[in-house]
């Protein structure tokens, strides 16, 4: 017989060995593809020193560096940036007043339907906002927007007689929502709060369509103007395992912060000592 959890059933000793071979399978395919894309790759001779002799030059790994701090700069901007305007939208579309609820959701519904290089354009070629300031806003709008709808949801998410049991102990709304909704629901939105930034991160990316001088917009300049047998596909292998790093350095970032509230004490569990037999009363003397 097999065992069951909240969430699926346990698999049986065939399911399991389907599971193996479903496995092995997928691994074979993987490995695979990854083979021929390496022939393609030798095969058109990405890998010869011709094409990767730049990134031998300090001026190419000067390029590169400032294009990584000037991607990194416009990230911790838009980041702090949408974590602050997702905490103010959601504050208002938590309110008990209708108004601030209905500009909130207005404001939530419209950033989060446009899209992030319609807003960066507009914002840089209509307001004539400098590159990196225009970079931000229009980052900061959409990331923002969705985190609202993120903090929104995992407030929802805090069972509701934690909120109760607050006010009946006389605290006010903003008490309640700071020293016992907030902190519990953190945990839960932490996940897709990181999951956001991780956006936010590849999509300063789109700061080279404005003439940023950014992480890619550095890759573009090495590939498009050396006469180097114009390298694209070498430039594309050094930038993005540094993307693909970055952003696994978030996820790892995550996983840090949700194990230290785990083992922070006032989250701990408090042990409770096992009920003992039932005792009577005996009748006091007559």
Avoid at 36 to 43: A, E, G, S
Avoid at 128 to 141: E, F, I, S
Avoid at 180 to 188: E, K
Avoid at 264 to 277: E, F, N, S
Wanted: proline share 6%.
């Amino acid at each position: 017989m097999t065992e069951s959890t909240a969430l699926y059933d346990i698999p049986g000793p065939h399911a399991r060995r389907r599971h193996r071979l479903y496995g092995l399978a997928s691994t074979v395919l993987i490995l695979a593809l990854l083979g021929w894309i390496l022939y393609l790759l030798f095969d058109s001779a990405q890998f010869t020193s011709t094409k990767w002799s730049p990134f031998l030059y300090e001026g190419i790994q000067e390029l590169l560096l400032e294009g990584l701090g000037n991607t990194l700069k416009a990230f911790a901007y838009a980041s702090v940036l949408s974590l602050v305007l997702g905490a103010l939208l959601a504050t208002g579309r938590l309110s008990e007043h209708r108004v601030p609820r209905w500009i909130s959701t207005v404001l939530v519904e419209f950033f989060r339907a446009m899209p992030v290089l319609v807003m960066i354009f507009f914002i840089f070629v209509a307001l004539k906002v400098q590159a990196l300031p225009a970079l931000v806003a229009g980052l900061t709008l959409y990331n923002g927007s969705v985190l609202a709808e993120v903090f929104r949801t995992g407030v929802h998410s805090v069972a509701r007689g934690q909120g109760e049991a607050a006010y009946a102990l006389g605290m006010r709304k903003t008490q309640v929502m700071t020293s016992v909704l907030a902190p519990q629901a953190v945990r839960a939105m932490l996940p897709a709060i990181i999951s956001q930034l991780v956006v936010a991160l590849k999509d300063t990316s789109l700061g080279f369509l404005i003439t940023y001088e950014e992480f890619l917009h550095a890759g573009k300049l090495i590939a498009s103007n050396l006469d180097y047998d114009l390298p694209f596909i070498p430039v594309v292998l050094v930038i993005s395992p540094i993307y693909i790093g970055m952003c696994m350095l978030l996820s790892w970032f995550a996983t840090w912060v949700a194990r230290r509230e785990r083992r922070d004490p006032r989250t701990k569990a408090v042990d409770v000592a096992p009920a003992g037999p039932p005792q009577t009363l005996l009748p006091g003397p007559q």
